[in-house]
């Protein structure tokens, strides 16, 4: 027992001893950059932990029905804690403060309690510790009211998802008699009204933390107030970890009619609107948002799969969505050294700097799921397995909103190639090169994804 707390938490208990030494290196007041080394180093220390533990087939019940190690929890921490290595690199270059690491480490200490927890307290608190830090992260620096505004914005419609969530869990707790996910997610198949409204009370709750419509309405201020890199990690790290959360709770059970409509339509519509919306943007952090509007939408409609391949296909989707949207939003940091937003700054990219040019090119192709890139694997094995299931009329709707992202991408790709009219603005070549860094390693990563996708499953 003593044994796996510490070896089945290991990489929790590193992302703990990192944050007290963080909290030390900001009372000195000195660091930034050693700070940002050390984040980078436990990364890659927790993903060794969890590859070891995969290969070892390892699990273990830590906490009798709150805390378990299962191939779940080892894939999902697996993903967040790659995606940490990469933005953790490409972060390395812009001189952040500690407390910017000491925030960032206690949010993926959130989204890595969430993937291990097997009870409704576990997961609630986990969920809380990673949303927080990002209120905080969204002012941090930002030097404008906007941001202010929009961190308040995030902070409140989050404050009534977690009331949601809780109203549900409460529900649920009356319904079964108690906190266990697999209590609960066993009531999913009936019609039982109890079950029903519990279900759909923690689904708003969690659609409106992972912004899929109509829960929406604090994406594109909070994207486009913060600075990109810490739009980077909400758009990917966060929406992957909420995203996840959804599937530890509802991942393991059939859906029984009521919810699968609810899901199906949520999904269709915040694909649809996503991908509409996007096309009128001129600001990359805005469009971001409802892109990732609609790529949320293509997540949570995984869940109306019911043939048993929910798990693994939303595992991977998170995986190739949160790599591929720090790719993109790191190349555009490269492309745009002055830091002004706009998608004027990706014309003529391809003469002035042809590498991260080409490399974002290729990412914002594979959000759009174009064959044969990560992104395209992704959807198909959603589509696949919802088509598998019976639902061959919502698949068709989903597909074809997913064409209708296809054009604001390609907008930009064609940006990319324009023939170059201004000078090349200079910018930091220290930090572009840890930027370009990072984005070479996620692209490692991708290609690893694509070659082997049995990498995340189940």
Known sequence: MAADLFYGLLPEHFLLALLVVLMFIEIIGRGGRAAGILFTIV????????????????SAMIVADEIVIDHFALVARLVVFACGIVYGVS?????EKPKFWILLTSSLLGASIVFVSSGFISLFLGIELLSLPAFALIVHRAGNTNATEAALKYLLLSAVASAMILFGISMTYGNVGTLVIRDFAGSLSSDNLLSVVAAIL????????????????????????ARLQVTTMLSSIVKGAVVLALVRVFGASPLNDHLVGMVAIFGIASILYGNLSAMSQTQFKRLLAYSSIAHAGYMVFALVDNTGHRTEDVL?????????????????????????????????????????????????????????????LGKLMIFKSVIASGYQWPAVLAFAGSFVGVTFYLGMVARIFKPQTEQAVAG???????????????????????????????
């Open 91 to 95: 972060c390395l270059g812009n001189n």
């Open 202 to 225: 923690i689904l708003c709750g969690f659609f409106l933390k992972a912004a899929v419509f109509p829960f929406h309405g604090w994406a594109p201020d909070a994207y486009s107030g």
């Open 316 to 376: 991977y989707y998170v995986a190739i969505y949160a790599l591929t949207t720090i790719v993109a939003c790191s190349c555009f940091a490269i492309l745009d050294p002055g830091d002004n937003d706009d998608l004027d700054a990706l014309n003529g990219a391809f003469a002035k700097r042809p590498l991260p040019a080409v490399l974002m090119a290729l990412s914002l192709l594979s959000l759009a799921g174009i064959p044969p890139l990560p992104g395209f």
């Open 43 to 58: 990364m890659i220390s927790g993903c060794a932990v969890l590859l070891n533990q995969l290969g070892q087939n390892y």
């Open 428 to 458: 930091n070549l220290t930090r572009s090169s840890w930027v370009l860094g990072g984005t070479l390693l996620g692209v490692f990563l991708l290609v690893l994804l694509a070659v082997f996708p049995g990498l995340v499953f189940i």
